[in-house]
């Protein structure tokens, strides 16, 4: 999905993007995930627990919600959140969901939000 800007549904995607953002938490995991192995390998998560490379595939949803301290569901719901947004990208493996960084999309972002303001 790429992000223009000018037409109704860009100022819609815009403004998704900025609700997606506008919660703390939110915000903070989306930062935690621009560098997963530094924020998700301590004692509490570590990284070497991991089912699959968390740069590559993801971060696993129990690690996040470990790192947290919030119930599942609530943090499921951050991150779907997210993923609607276009940030984050949802990786299965196995009976887990993984989730990293879309760095394409929040470049789409950025850049139309320099055009829009």
Not at 30 to 57: G, M
Not at 73 to 93: E, K, P
Request: with cysteine; proline share 3%.
């Amino acid at each position: 999905m790429t992000m223009r800007t000018g037409s109704q549904a860009d100022v819609e995607q815009l403004l998704d993007v900025f609700k997606a953002l506008a919660n703390p938490v939110r915000l903070q995991v989306l930062q935690w995930l621009r560098e997963p192995e530094r924020h998700f390998s301590n004692r509490q998560s570590p990284v070497e627990r991991a089912i699959a490379d968390p740069v590559e595939v993801g971060v696993c949803v129990s690690h996040i919600q470990e790192k947290l301290g919030l119930a599942q569901s609530t943090v499921s719901a951050y991150m779907a959140a997210l993923q609607r947004a276009g940030l984050v990208q949802a990786t299965r493996v196995g009976k887990w969901t993984h989730y990293k960084r879309d760095e394409a999309r929040i470049a789409e972002f950025v850049a139309a939000l320099g055009h829009s303001l």
